[in-house]
């Protein structure tokens, strides 16, 4: 049997500014997507996913969406043939890119089932492809913290750069509102059509902070990090992307000892990120009070294959 898996991902930097070329900086946590790959006897291809309550399905089916993309993107493109059996199993919560996770698993379960030796760049280039035709939208980030790892700088289009650090303690806060990304994107966009000269240049400061930010990475600077994720929650609170319980945990985690905190990804609900050097536990406790669910994160690895 082949175990593949991949990490979940935050934003930490550039939302809403990478849809128009700005950076943006992502980082992979320790909750995972497994993907299990056993061989059959016959030609088909089976697939279980007990966390959707999928069982047995025959490919092509319409569920699991992201893994029968994978599978198709990654057949047509290898040339690959022949029956297995794939099951995923999750540990990552709600709001962490188990889309891009899933996709990203299973092709590195399919690359080693069939021996096709495709590197990361490739892996990351098909699974920004399964994306694009599975949703019809998504810049790759997802795909690429979850194929490379770490903390990397990320603009679409280009191969995502790995940005050294040596710790970043940090307490994500999950809100409990689970509202997709899409119709949030299309409301901003309404906002950027009718002014235009007021969003460009807070795009063009989100860009900056991104950049100031790698600088502060690689200096260790963790104090102008947080600083400088204060300013960026500030920018997209002024676009309309933040909410009351979004705030409610921002401020409690400031309060509680926070050198910066700031929402993640699209908006209103899922995730905000509080960087805590010296107080980690105060903030967790305080975003809890505050009506979040904490967790400690740690920075993972990306895509691995494991030993069994």
Do not use: W
Request: proline share 5%; net charge neutral; hydrophobic share 40%.
């Amino acid at each position: 049997m082949i175990h593949t898996s991949a990490p979940a991902k935050l934003i930490l930097f550039g939302e809403h500014a990478s849809r128009h070329g700005k950076p943006s900086i992502v980082f992979a946590i320790d909750q995972r997507m497994h993907v299990f790959l056993k061989p059959r006897d016959d030609d088909q291809i089976i697939i279980n996913s007990p966390d959707m309550g999928i069982e047995n399905a025959k490919y092509p089916c319409e569920r699991p969406e992201h893994v029968v993309g994978a599978i198709k993107i990654f057949m047509e493109e290898t040339s690959s043939k022949g029956g297995l059996e794939i099951t995923t199993k999750s540990e990552m919560k709600q709001g962490f890119g188990t889309s891009g996770a899933v996709v990203v698993a299973t092709l590195g379960a399919l690359n080693e089932y069939f021996k096709t030796n495709l590197d990361r760049e490739k892996i990351y280039r098909l699974g920004y492809k399964t994306i694009q035709e599975v949703q019809g939208y998504g810049s790759g980030i997802d795909i690429a913290s979850s194929t490379y790892g770490g903390i990397i700088r990320f603009i679409k289009g280009e191969v995502p750069e790995e940005i050294p650090f040596k710790e970043f303690p940090v307490v994500v806060g999950n809100t409990g509102l689970k509202i997709g990304s899409k119709p949030i994107i299309e409301k901003v966009k309404i906002l950027e059509k009718k002014y235009p000269e007021v969003l460009d240049p807070i795009y063009e400061k989100i860009g900056n902070i991104t950049t100031r930010a790698i600088d502060a990475f690689k200096e260790n600077d963790l104090e102008t990090v947080g600083q400088l994720m204060n300013i960026n929650h500030g920018l997209l609170y002024a676009i309309g992307v933040s909410s009351d319980i979004l705030e409610k945990l921002v401020f409690a985690s400031r309060t509680a000892g926070a050198s910066g905190a700031k929402l993640s990804g699209a908006g209103v609900g899922d995730n905000m990120i509080a960087l805590a050097p010296e107080k980690i536990k105060d903030v967790a406790d305080a975003i809890k009070k505050a009506g979040g669910e904490p967790t400690i994160a740690k920075i993972d690895e990306g895509l691995r294959v494991e030993k069994e």
